[in-house]
Every structure is written in structure tokens, then in C-alpha cells.
């Protein structure tokens, strides 16, 4: 087998070895049904089992309640900023967007078809540099609820606390940070999340939605986008995701076998403290795009003293085995996304390069 390299992607993005190895072992023939995952019918028992394994596993990681649903659903965290405003704006067809980057964008963009999506904050002009503090949020408690990103993916930050939203139902994206700690779900009314970066391959996208929230869903809704159909329907209305889900199981497995959230969180926090030590012991040559009180403990953006040089750097360390580093155009330089299952010596080989890098070109 060809050697795997550190895959530093934002996403699709790396997996747990022993997700992977149990996946190959099963691949010609899962346990108690004589053929593969990838081949299984929707509505077999044998997958009904697995469907409610994973949901089950995913539900105790979090510590959802039976006040909530989880669903598993298609379309990407894309297609959430379209079913957000069509089952949930109505009918007062007004809700708040907290603005922390390009995915908040998008899904203020696809709200404007629907309703008055109100901007309750941006930090747009600085780049999105930074998380805003609760004293500067705009809140309508007429909204419909408040939509917020709670990791962004491309800028580099991340929320640790919630924002305080009174009554009003909090919404989140939290594609690229879900499953990386613990989280007091009950101050959510739903949180979405794309598997492809922290959870699973792409193709499937988990939502987990208060139940009385299903009943702001419209009967005139299309079939497919709306939530009531899918919750009553268990997420097979039509046919799921199987090999998706059946991996988003198998990796909630791995994280209950290492300790679950917690210990999850602990090591997330020691891997982006050893990136940001090496910031900040630096003496400025490389920084992050991100604030110091708003740094991602998931994606770590890299910045260098000139373009020239960070070139230089995602040259070498692609060279060097460091795959998927260079960053997204609207942030320049590099981003290194340390999801749950990237291993902590990739981070301590990756500091090593970046101190050796600095030492040849500073
Ligand atoms: C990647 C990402 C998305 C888009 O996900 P798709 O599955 O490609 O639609 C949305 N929000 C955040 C925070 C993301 O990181």
C-alpha cells in the first residue's frame, strides 16, 4: 500500500485510521448480511441497524435528548441555507444572520428569497477576522431565529461561547467544528453540519432539530425540502446516504472508544496550542489571518512577512509530505485544518518544518 501522507484539507478531509481499516475489512462483505455496504438496500434490516447505530452514537456523543431529531440528510450544509428560510422563516418571514464569513454569505444570500434576513453583525470589514462580542449584535426578538456559523472554515475562527439570543430559536453551521467538543445542545434549536469535514465523506449532512420547530414546516413545501417529511420518514424518504451514514457511525465509534467529546476537545486544544506557540513565539514571522481571542482550533490559517515567501513554503512542504496547506484565495498564505482525526505528530512535524523554514528564510 502506497504511504499515506498528512492531509491537511479543509475538506473533504482526513479519517480515522481504524474508521478506514474497518471499513476496507467490511467492504466485500459486512457482518450479518453477506454483502457491502455499498450494495445494501435502504430498507433492509441490516441497514436499519446500522442507520440506528449511527444515529444513536451520534445522539449520546452530543447528548441530544429525545426533544430532538436527527436527521441525515443530502445536499451539502449548502442546501441547509435554502431549507432553513423555506421551513422556518414563515410566517413572519424575518430572521437574523450573524455574518462571520463567506459560508454566512451564502446562506443570507438563499434567505433573501425567502424573507428579510437581518445582518444582527458582521465582521465583514475586517476580514472576517475576528468573532463579534455579544454587545454588538443587532437582535430582533421578532425574528424567526438566528442563524449563526459557528467555525469558519475559511477565515479561521470559531465561537466558544454562544451568543445570547433570548427566546429566539438558535441556528447553527457548524460543518467544520461539529463533533469537536461538547456543546449544550438545548441552547440550539438546530444545528447543521456537512459529515465531509469532520464526521464522514461527503454526501450527507446531519441536522439535528428541536421537534416543535418540524411544525413551522409547510405542507406546500416540495417534498424533499421539507424537515416534517424527512423526521417522519426517519431520513428515508428516498434512499439515504447508506455508505455515508454507515462511516458518520463508524466514526462516532472511534470517538466514544477514545473517551468520547471531552477528550476529543482536550486533544484539539493541545494540537492548535502547539501551531499557535510557534505564532506567537515568532517574533512576527508567521501570524494567523484570525484574532488571537477568535483562533479555530480546526483551521489554522498561516500567514508569512510577503506572498513570495509563503509560496516558497507550500512548494516545500508539499515536497515534504504536508498535503492540501495552501489557503483559500480570500484569506492568501495557508491554512492547515486539524480536524478530529488529523494525528498530533502531523502537527508536531509540521511546527518542526515551519521553525526550519524560518530559521532558512528568515
Ligand atoms: C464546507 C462548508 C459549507 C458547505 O458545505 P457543502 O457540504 O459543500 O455544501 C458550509 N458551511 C461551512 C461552515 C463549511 O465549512
New binding site residues.
Partial sequence: MEKRIYNFS??PAVLPEPVLLEAQEHLMSLPGAGMSILEISHRSKRYDEIHADAKKRFKELLGINDNYEVLFLQ???????SMVPLNLMPPVNKADYIVT?T?SK?AVKEAKRVGTPNIAASTESENFARIPKQEELKLDPEAAYVHM??????YGTEWFTEPEVGNVPLIC????DILSRKLDVNKYAMIY??A??NMGP?GV?VVVIRKDLLERSSDSLHTMLNYKIHAENDSMYNTCNTFGIYIIGLVCKWLQSIGGLDAMYKMNVEKAKLLYDCFDTSDGYFRGHAQADSRSLMNVTIRLPNEELEKKLIGEATKAGFDGLKGHRSVGGLRASIYNAFPKQGVVDLVAFLNDFRKNNG
Wanted: proline share 0%.
Fill in positions: 479543509a475538506g445536499g451539502g450544509a449548502s442546501l441547509q441555507f464569513g459560508w451564502k456559523t459557528s467555525n469558519n472554515t475559511i453551521d457548524a460543518s467544520s453540519a456537512g465531509q469535514k461527503a449532512t
